[in-house]
Every structure is written in C-alpha cells, then in structure tokens.
C-alpha cells in the first residue's frame, strides 16, 4: 500500500506539473491577436485570461475528463505497473510541452499526452490495453483514440474555415465603416478573449481531471470514474497558474509569424476559436486551443489575402501538429525503459 500511495503521489505531481506547463503553453495562443491588435495592455489580457481560464474547467463540465480517462484500460494490471504507465505517459507530454515552447512552436499539449499515454502503454501492456474505437465507430459510435484523432482533424479546419467565412462576412458589414470601428473591434475583444479563455480552460483542464481521477480509480482512491470537485479545483488552479505566467515565445509566431493581425483579424480569430473549443468541450471531445487558434488566423488571413499569409511558418506548424503524438509517445517508451531499468515499475 505504501508503494501504491508512493506511485500515486508521483503520478498527482506530474499531472498538476502538466497542467501547469499547458497552462503556460496555452496562454500565448489566447493573447497574441489581443496583444498585437493593441485591444489590452499584456497585463490587462493576462488578468482577463486567467480569471475565465479558472472559471472553464469549474462550470464547463467533465466530458473531456471522461474521454481522456477511459481511452486506456489499465483495471486489470497491477497498481504500480498501470500507475507507473500513466507517470511515463504526463512525463513524455510535459517534456514535449517544454520542448515546444523552448523551440517557439505552437504544439498541442492535448496530443503530447494521448502519444504519451498510448505509447507507454502498447509497448508495455500491449494495445489491447488502448480503446482504439475503431470497432466502435462502425456502429456509429466516436469514442477512444478515434474520437481524439477524428478532434485533432477537423478543429483545426473547422477554424481555418469559420475564421474564413466569418472574415469575409465582416469585411462585407463593415465596407463602409470608417476607420473609428477599429476602436470599437477592440473593445469587442475583452468579450471574444474571455470566450476563448472560458473554452480553454473547460477542454484543457479536464485533460489533466480525467488522467488524475483515473490515478485515483487505479489506486482503489475511488469505486467508479467520477471527477472529484478537488480535482477539479486543483486542475483549474494549476492550468490558471501558467497562464498567468504567459508564453511569449509563441506569442511571437501566432501574433507576428503567420500573418499581421489587426482589430478586426483579432475579434474574428478568437469569436471563430472560442465557439469550436467550447462545442468540443459540450460533446468531450479533447481538441488543442493552439490547433484552433492557429487555424483561425490563417484562415483569416486566407479570407482576406492569401498571399499575405507566411504558409512557410503555417507548414512548420502543420509538422510540429503532425509529429507531436508519435514524438510524445517516443518520449514515453523511453521513459518506461528507464523506469522499468530502474527497477521502479514491477512488471
């Protein structure tokens, strides 16, 4: 029992250090159109952000929490072994978190801990152990690793494409507006920034519910996958702590690398972000705020010159999206060799 609460202990850490560095990650993609379309001072948008932040994951709901809670079935291995898998897993997503940043691109903490989750796990339980969902989605049912890698295809889209129309229908409304309307686009924004703020922190956030109540459940903490309000508080104040710190290297790429974002780019981007994370968030599917956001801006800019738009840093993007999940799950195996090499996971 020691052992296990050990195991568990560790295991919580992680989680509470992931949601930290997500916050932390996240919280560029949420203020870089409002910092570079002037809309607040950095200070203004970091309160703004991580008030609505902390308010997503304690109203938003547990959807997300269940789907990334019940993607794996670790109920009949033994509490080390499935604690220590899930350890690996929020090691390898937080690495890559950290790596990303460092590096300035915008990556999905999101698929940083499914790869790292799934990859501990099949090469060490075997990938009976992963609810594929495959057999599922033939019966029309989305669940398991389908019904996060279907989010991770179409948010993106969904953004460039609603950031799309949506811009083309604001220039039409706005044709013959003087340029006195950019004052009025700016304080539409601190509504718009607290949407994408609530959206993110009721999809994020449950991520690290829904790994934390599944550490509870394996360590016989509770019966059933419920997400305790505890949990709930902490996720919500350790992803609301890290974005208060910021992340301003990404800032940099979104706000200035893809294309140049004035009032109106800004509103549009974080209306067309805000409302497809906040839908996923309603039907528990996990996307990634930086997915979105990202999309949204070239779509905008897309919308309304295209060749303004830097598709070099938009491919650079799309790769980091692309090997994020295989990366983190490499990092994962790793990590399990180590550990099980140190004689720390039984096996």
């Known amino acids: 029992m020691d052992q296990i609460w050990l195991f568990l202990i560790v295991a919580a850490a992680i989680v509470i250090v992931f949601d930290f560095t997500n916050g932390f990650h996240d919280a560029s993609n949420m203020i870089a159109s409002v910092i570079a379309s002037h809309a607040m001072t950095p200070l203004q948008a970091i309160l703004v952000i991580g008030t609505f932040t902390f308010l997503g994951p304690m109203l938003g709901g547990t959807a997300v929490a269940n789907t990334i809670g019940k993607f794996v079935t670790l109920d009949d291995l033994p509490n080390?072994?499935?604690?220590?898998?899930?350890?690996?897993g929020l090691l390898a997503a937080t690495v890559w978190n950290l790596f990303t940043w460092y590096?300035?691109?915008p990556s999905s903490s999101s698929h940083a801990l499914v790869g790292g989750l799934v990859g501990a796990?099949?090469?060490?339980?075997?990938?009976?152990?992963?609810?594929?969902?495959?057999?599922?989605l033939a019966q029309g049912q989305i669940t398991g690793v389908t019904k996060v890698l279907l989010a991770l295809f179409i948010s993106p889209l969904a953004g460039f494409w609603i950031g799309f129309l949506l811009q083309r229908i604001t220039l039409y409304l706005l044709r013959a507006a003087s340029p006195l309307i950019n004052r009025e686009l700016r304080g539409a924004q601190w509504f718009t920034t607290a949407g994408l703020a609530f959206s993110h922190g009721a999809n994020d956030a449950q991520k690290s519910m829904g790994v934390l109540t599944l550490c509870l459940l394996m360590s016989g903490e509770i019966s059933e996958f419920v997400v305790p309000f505890w949990v709930i508080l902490v996720c919500?104040?350790?992803?609301?702590?890290?974005?208060?710190?910021?992340?301003?290297?990404?800032v940099r790429t979104l706000a200035f690398s893809?294309?140049?974002?004035?009032?109106?780019?800004?509103?549009n981007s974080q209306a067309s972000s805000a409302g497809v994370i906040f839908l996923a968030s309603m039907i528990g599917?996990?996307?990634?705020?930086?997915?979105?956001?990202s999309s949204s801006i070239m779509g905008i800019g897309a919308a309304e010159r295209a060749k303004a738009v830097r598709w070099t840093k938009a491919k650079e993007i799309?790769?980091?999206?692309?090997?994020?999940?295989?990366g983190a799950g490499i990092v994962s195996i790793i990590s399990y060799g180590v550990l099980s090499l140190t004689k720390l996971a039984l096996i």
């Open 318 to 326: 799309g790769i980091t999206w692309l090997i994020t999940i295989p």
């Open 285 to 293: 599917a996990p996307v990634s705020t930086t997915h979105v956001v």
């Open 258 to 267: 893809i294309y140049k974002i004035r009032p109106l780019h800004a509103f």
């Open 236 to 250: 919500a104040i350790s992803i609301t702590l890290g974005t208060l710190l910021g992340g301003w290297r990404i």
């Open 121 to 136: 796990v099949v090469v060490s339980a075997g990938p009976e152990h992963v609810l594929w969902g495959f057999s599922q």
């Open 80 to 88: 080390n072994l499935s604690l220590s898998l899930v350890i690996c």
């Open 103 to 105: 590096r300035g691109l």
